[in-house]
């Protein structure tokens, strides 16, 4: 059998990618069901975009290949299919969208997208090998336990990274790539909480505060979230893709509070009140009992000289912390690295030597912040390269 295109994956990016080629398309898929990912997304409702998506919110080696995409491709482009397809939504914070209703919506959406662009949808089925020549790829398919050679002109990789491998993640891409020369970006999780060693934080699971979540290199005001294994919520999330193992990192968890002034003038009201009393008037009271440990807060209030009053807000501004690692592909929503952009054409996603072979959406060297960022780059790209093939005779 011969096809105009072939996708290898019925994610984000490849089913965008089916709807705009212009048919005589097939998209391969080993998973049950087309959009798993998509579908647990967000608590099952999908961040599918972000209002404030600009490149600044991507990591790449190459910060400005994605620019080329997302401009043809905004999310206000994406809004416009979900309100036309009747898909109700909702903005939370930092310009995050949601549905109202289930994810499964988005799913059902891209899957009618490329079906009324003439693309065919296979599940369950697995590739087996990869040859080219000429201007022929043939491929080498498992389908209901059977082989099945197909061939195409073009061949698109968008089968994500290596994240959350019970979702189906394989790394396949990467394979592919290797197999035609198409350098990689060390791989690495992303959007993943922080882990430290003999359970330091499982007193304080459970308890969560805004934070200002620092290291050399980026910082993030969001909510940190103390867990049974160390660090998650959306700052450590934001965090962690650009953190390195061993690398130091700082919380500020008094971001936006004059927490000093309030001391000092509580001192004047209530000098018999116990510190750590007053701090969990400010702070979770669970961390303030660990914290008095970790700083050694003791005595009242009255007891506190102005210069200690600081030396104690200076330590809850900038305390210093060392993960021992990261949760790692298991529960990381991302894969940061991966295809070289170098060898990639920004406008097409198309591989600059060889031909007729295009990369998509995670598979690719650029990764999207939390926040429906990662969506926006698959449906950007996504659309790239459909365009692109549609265009050809």
Not at 167 to 176: K, S
Not at 270 to 293: I, Y
Not at 361 to 379: I, K, M, P, R, S
């Amino acid at each position: 059998m011969f096809k105009k295109t072939v996708i290898l994956g019925a994610g984000a990016a490849g089913m965008m990618c089916a709807a705009h080629a212009g048919g005589d398309c097939l998209v391969l898929d080993h998973a049950k069901s087309p959009g798993e990912k998509i579908r647990i997304s967000g608590g099952g409702r999908c961040n599918f975009t972000n209002l404030d998506t600009t490149p600044e919110n991507y990591l790449s080696q190459n910060p400005h290949f994605c620019k080329s995409a997302l401009a043809r491709y905004t999310q206000w482009d994406f809004i416009s299919l979900v309100d036309r397809y009747g898909i109700a939504w909702h903005e939370k914070n930092l310009g995050q969208l949601f549905c109202d209703g289930s994810a499964k919506q988005i799913v059902a959406m891209m899957v009618e997208e490329l079906q009324q662009a003439g693309a065919d949808l296979w599940l369950q089925t697995s590739v087996e090998k990869i040859r080219h020549e000429g201007e022929t790829y043939h491929l080498t398919l498992l389908r209901d336990g059977k082989p099945q050679q197909i061939s195409c002109k073009n061949l698109v990789l968008a089968t994500g990274g290596k994240s959350i491998p019970k979702m189906g993640a394989t790394g396949l891409a990467y394979d592919i790539a290797r197999q035609f020369d198409l350098p990689l970006i060390d791989t690495r999780p992303g959007l993943v909480p922080f882990t430290f060693p003999d359970g330091r934080f499982t007193a304080l699971a459970g308890t969560a505060l805004p934070t200002r979540l620092s290291n050399a290199r980026a910082q993030f005001d969001e909510a940190l979230l103390f867990t049974h294994r160390g660090l998650s919520g959306p700052a450590v999330l934001q965090l962690s893709s650009y953190w390195h193992e061993g690398e130091e990192i700082t919380a500020n968890l008094i971001p936006t509070m004059d927490l000093f002034t309030l001391l000092r003038d509580q001192r004047q009201l209530q000098g018999r009140r116990a510190l750590t009393t007053e701090l969990a008037r400010h702070l979770p009271g669970r961390l303030v009992d660990f914290l008095a440990q970790e700083f050694k807060i003791e005595g009242r209030l009255a007891d506190q000289s102005d210069a200690a009053l600081q030396a104690l807000c200076t330590q809850l501004e900038t305390w210093r912390l060392t993960p021992g690692g990261s949760e790692g592909y298991r529960t990381a929503e991302v894969t940061l690295g991966g295809i070289d952009t170098d060898v990639l054409s920004s406008k097409t996603m198309e591989a600059k030597q060889r031909p007729g072979l295009f990369a998509i959406g995670e598979a690719v060297d650029v990764t999207g912040w939390l926040g429906g960022y990662n969506f926006q780059w698959a449906w950007a790209s996504g659309h790239a390269t459909g365009t692109a093939i549609a265009a050809r005779s």
